[in-house]
């Protein structure tokens, strides 16, 4: 269960650099933050390829990893949990 605030940091982490992603698109235009906000997987594109900004490097390892430990925490943590609610002793 110690896991699951870690998955809330690294969530909080990814948010705030999607912000930065999400700002970036919707001031090079309209169109281009709508695609960016609503179509799966165009963010990856997005930033990659049109995301200009001078802590391009750190600002999208925060996202996609940050991202992924999110996803990896809140798994275990959910995992851990649920075993406490069934009444299964931790180290079962």
Not at 12 to 39: E, P
Not at 41 to 47: D, E, N, P, Q, S
Not at 49 to 60: A, D, G, T, V, Y
Request: net charge positive.
């Amino acid at each position: 269960m110690p896991l699951l605030p870690l998955a809330a940091l690294f969530g909080l982490v990814t948010l705030v650099c999607a912000v930065f992603l999400f700002l970036h698109a919707f001031r090079r235009s309209v169109g281009t933050g709508m695609m960016v906000l609503l179509i799966p997987f165009y963010i990856l594109v997005y930033a990659f390829s049109q995301f200009e900004h001078p802590r391009k490097n750190l600002i999208l390892a925060g996202f996609f990893g940050c991202s992924v430990l999110a996803a990896v925490f809140l798994g275990l943590g959910a995992h851990g949990l649920s075993r406490l609610m069934v009444g299964l002793p931790p180290e079962y």
